[in-house]
Nanobody
């Protein structure tokens, strides 16, 4: 059973920084592509950043230059470094682990961590 546990959220002032962590257990972490999604009140969940099992990264345009995604396979953990935070970054952030078995997609989600950007 794959389990993902996010941590690192909280309240931060505009312009501040946070680092989110996603600790995985119950699986071979290195086989999965990892992603961070967020959902603001009244909005749909949206993709923020992804990192493949081989380390290739992609960032949504809204966070390019401010956020960075990384992973440490030895620690079974993915990270989202968030700098220059803006009020629009306020959301619940979710960690995702994904892999494909042929045409079948396997997805796992964490419980989410709240990020609030406010003065």
């Amino acid at each position: 059973q794959v389990q993902l546990v996010e941590s690192g959220g909280g309240l931060v002032q505009p312009g501040g920084s946070l680092r989110l962590s996603c600790a995985a257990s119950g699986t071979i972490f290195g086989l999965y592509d990892m992603g961070w999604y967020r959902q603001a009140p009244g909005k749909q969940r949206e993709l923020v950043a992804t990192i493949t099992s081989t380390g290739n990264t992609r960032l949504d345009n809204s966070v390019k230059g401010r956020f960075a995604i990384s992973r440490d396979n030895a620690k079974n953990t993915a990270y989202l470094q968030m700098n220059s935070l803006q009020r629009d970054d306020t959301a619940v952030y979710y960690c995702n682990a994904r892999r494909w078995g042929g045409h079948v997609r396997e997805d796992h989600w964490g419980q989410g961590t709240q990020v609030t950007v406010s003065s």
